[in-house]
């Protein structure tokens, strides 16, 4: 035997002869003794590590630090939801290309979730990201063994004003929602009463009150001229005082122009049917005496202007536009008059 092996073994003699109890000893079988032998004391110190891991993961998970894999099916959405289901399918470029770039590059930002609420279907709830678990639940039909979301874990999100605080900075940010979406949003948050009062919210995201109204003015459009714009996403916030002021003065001609808009085949540019539910609010008195012109360019020259007079309506086209287009537009001016006016008239 080696010198090493003697000495190892005196050592080992010794940590286990100090465990041992004295003859005649008796110890109480039910009171837990220190471990002193060093395979107990390695033990021991493997046990407290792991219980101390355990800790410090519970603490990441309260304190919303932890990063999951997780089947995107486990996550539902909260009622404020504020992405608008146009921006979530394939019909959308933009999400197109998101769902591509996640399927051929992976996921580089984590959505954010919270834990559900106890006897919910799901397991989380989502906090933003709409379009990112949306890309991951289509490609998680598409691919075979599933598709995994990567999720920030958020438990502060719990309480509802920090939930929907939160999902708005995410967009403000990017300026990624359209005002109908905002104006949706902050419609739920006053119906929900996350919000007791519209200048509680107003000051909450940091916007004046009148801002605030516009974007609500937006969501509370007629169904009817919502779906004239095909596509709400499209309608902009300078818009609304004008289209409300055409509802306030013939509401009834504005709901039947919509509904007719909304059936064209194609369907006209959303600048076009604002000017053409807008022009319901312009008072006769206003234009009797004085003329109204509108230009519009095409890739910066002048296609054409638009004059309105006491019940006339002149197109002078430009310089570009040669005598046979403008025939032909001449036409399909006469047309859509004829029609709608047959459609207007026909009705009374």
Not at 74 to 91: C, K, P, Y
Not at 97 to 108: C, F, H, I, M, T
Not at 159 to 167: E, G, H, Q, R, Y
Not at 194 to 200: K, S
Request: charged share 30%; proline share 4%.
């Amino acid at each position: 035997m080696s010198k090493r092996d003697e000495i190892a073994q005196r050592v080992l003699g010794k940590l286990v002869n100090r465990d041992a109890p004295a003859a005649g000893a008796v110890t109480a079988p039910a009171q837990r003794r220190p471990m002193n032998t060093f395979i107990g004391q390695l033990g021991e110190q493997v046990a407290q590590g792991y219980a101390a891991r355990v800790e410090e993961l519970e603490r990441e998970r309260e304190s919303g630090l932890v990063l999951l894999r997780l089947d995107p099916k486990t996550i539902g959405l909260t009622e404020f939801a504020n992405r608008d289901v146009r921006g979530l399918g394939a019909s959308d470029e933009n999400f197109a290309a998101l769902k591509e770039s996640v399927r051929a590059n992976g996921q580089d930002t984590p959505v954010r979730v919270r834990p559900a609420a106890p006897g919910s279907a799901k397991l989380y709830e989502l906090v933003e990201g709409h379009r990112r678990h949306a890309a991951c639940l289509a490609l998680d039909k598409e691919t075979v063994g599933g598709f995994r979301i990567l999720a920030r874990l958020d438990s502060a999100a719990r309480d509802t004003k920090n939930l929907v605080l939160k999902m708005y900075r995410e967009n403000a940010e990017r300026m990624d929602l359209s005002p109908f979406e905002y104006g949706r949003m902050f419609q739920s948050w006053l119906t929900a009463k996350v919000f007791q009062r519209q200048g509680e919210l107003a000051k909450a995201v940091g916007l004046v009150d009148s801002s605030v109204t516009k974007y609500l003015q937006v969501a509370e459009l007629p169904a009817e001229v919502i779906a004239a714009f095909g596509d709400p996403r499209a309608i902009s916030l300078r818009w609304v005082a004008d289209l409300n002021r055409a509802l306030k003065r013939d509401g009834s001609a504005v709901r039947s122009a919509a509904r007719a808009i909304a059936g064209r085949n194609p369907h006209p540019a959303a600048d076009a049917t604002y000017r053409e539910l807008a022009a319901f609010g312009v008072e006769p008195s206003k234009t009797s005496g004085s003329s109204r012109e509108e230009t519009v360019k095409i890739k910066g020259k002048v296609a054409f202007s638009l004059t309105r007079r006491s019940g006339r309506v002149t197109v002078k086209f430009g310089k570009t536009v040669d005598r046979q287009f403008q025939q032909e537009v001449g036409d399909a001016i006469k047309e859509a008059a004829e029609r709608l006016l047959s459609k207007r008239l026909g009705g009374k």
